[in-house]
């Protein structure tokens, strides 16, 4: 894609799959110019930059002075010392979930960012999802919503996963719940297998709760949210992309678009660069659904 003067430099910061999903999309978006990828993998950065026509570089340090923004892909444990290097230095950030792995590094993240009036998003891809989007838009009012379950079910495969399945799945769903909900929580039960499985159930201060179901190695694969509200309930498959309202014997099935959730997710950030607007997921809404995981984990 031909680069135009006002396009925002961008860059990608860790290489691994999902890195490359960031590195394949930015490569492709309208107003700017994917220019660098990173990689501490000197052997990876150089093939990609090479496939992509860009630079590579080795340490997200060495991308001040280059790029107006940067996603970070790497894994969770170095997400903070990658955005807070870039984040002092003005560069915005969106930062693959979770967004750090303590409250210190997220704090710090914070506040980098509040340095320099950068931005962060975090990159909660299931609030880009179409069916999330047409869940959002119906205008259901967060007292008046009676009860949520969500089921986010995987079968064992041969992705890499560096954190437990709270903070790796879990965490698409309580964010997405805790958005919905705009209450707190003031009473956690939990059970699981931090490798494996988790359940827990969230109980609000309006009295109302949700219970989450993650597992990642199911015997099927199931990505499920059922909402039940004093006007009906609302069934949404994040795998099909629908969403159904039920009211008394009507179910209705909700017009949904089609869109690529990490591209609409990528534009979202590059549009919040751009005007100094909040992302859609900002790191405060991460850092409070990170805290109620905590709050999970530790029940466990």
Same mark, same amino acid.
């Given at each position: 894609?031909?680069?135009?003067? *006002?396009?925002?430099?961008?860059?990608?910061?860790?290489?691994?799959?999902?890195?490359?999903?960031?590195?394949?999309?930015?490569?492709?978006?309208?107003? !700017?110019?994917?220019?660098?990828?990173?990689?501490?993998?000197?052997?990876?950065?150089?093939?990609?930059?090479?496939?992509?026509?860009?630079?590579?570089?080795?340490?997200?340090?060495?991308?001040?002075?280059?790029?107006?923004?940067?996603?970070?892909?790497?894994?969770?444990?170095?997400?903070?010392?990658?955005?807070?290097? &870039?984040? +002092?230095?003005?560069?915005?950030?969106?930062?693959?979930?979770p967004?750090?792995?303590t409250?210190g590094?997220?704090?710090?993240?914070?506040?980098?960012?509040?340095?320099t009036?950068?931005?962060?998003?975090?990159?909660?891809?299931?609030?880009?999802?179409?069916?999330?989007?047409?869940?959002?838009?119906?205008?259901?009012?967060?007292?008046?919503?009676?009860c949520?379950?969500?089921?986010?079910? !995987?079968?064992?495969?041969?992705?890499?996963?560096?954190?437990?399945?709270? +903070?790796?799945?879990?965490?698409?769903? &309580?964010e997405?719940?805790?958005?919905?909900?705009?209450s707190?929580?003031?009473?956690?039960?939990?059970?699981?297998?931090?490798?494996?499985?988790?359940?827990?159930? &969230?109980?609000?201060?309006?009295?109302? +709760?949700?219970?989450? *179901?993650?597992?990642?190695?199911?015997?099927?694969?199931?990505?499920?949210?059922?909402?039940?509200?004093?006007?009906?309930?609302?069934?949404?498959?994040?795998?099909?992309?629908?969403?159904?309202?039920?009211?008394?014997?009507?179910?209705? !099935?909700?017009?949904?678009?089609?869109?690529?959730?990490?591209r609409?997710?990528?534009?979202?950030?590059?549009?919040?660069?751009?005007?100094?607007?909040?992302?859609?997921?900002?790191?405060?809404?991460?850092?409070?659904?990170?805290?109620?995981?905590?709050?999970?984990?530790?029940?466990?």
């Amino acid at each position: 894609m031909t680069s135009r003067p *006002n396009d925002l430099r961008t860059a990608v910061v860790g290489l691994g799959p999902m890195g490359m999903r960031h590195v394949c999309a930015a490569a492709d978006m309208a107003d !700017s110019k994917l220019v660098a990828v990173v990689d501490v993998d000197q052997a990876r950065a150089n093939e990609i930059a090479k496939q992509f026509n860009c630079q590579a570089f080795y340490d997200a340090a060495d991308l001040i002075g280059h790029v107006d923004a940067a996603t970070i892909a790497t894994p969770p444990a170095f997400h903070a010392a990658a955005a807070v290097t &870039l984040l +002092s230095a003005g560069i915005s950030c969106l930062i693959e979930k979770p967004l750090a792995m303590t409250e210190g590094d997220c704090v710090a993240i914070i506040q980098a960012a509040e340095k320099t009036n950068a931005v962060v998003a975090v990159g909660q891809i299931e609030r880009f999802n179409p069916a999330t989007e047409v869940l959002f838009a119906v205008g259901i009012k967060n007292n008046h919503i009676r009860c949520i379950n969500v089921q986010r079910l !995987s079968p064992a495969g041969g992705r890499q996963v560096a954190v437990d399945v709270v +903070s790796d799945m879990m965490i698409h769903d &309580l964010e997405i719940v805790l958005a919905l909900k705009q209450s707190d929580v003031v009473a956690i039960t939990a059970e699981g297998v931090l490798d494996n499985w988790a359940k827990a159930e &969230l109980t609000f201060a309006d009295g109302t +709760s949700a219970q989450l *179901n993650a597992n990642r190695k199911a015997d099927t694969r199931i990505r499920g949210l059922a909402l039940q509200t004093t006007h009906g309930a609302y069934h949404l498959d994040f795998i099909g992309r629908t969403v159904t309202h039920k009211t008394h014997d009507i179910t209705q !099935s909700l017009a949904v678009g089609e869109h690529d959730a990490l591209r609409a997710e990528i534009a979202d950030f590059l549009d919040a660069v751009r005007t100094r607007t909040p992302p859609r997921v900002t790191a405060q809404d991460a850092l409070r659904a990170m805290r109620v995981a905590w709050k999970i984990i530790e029940a466990i």
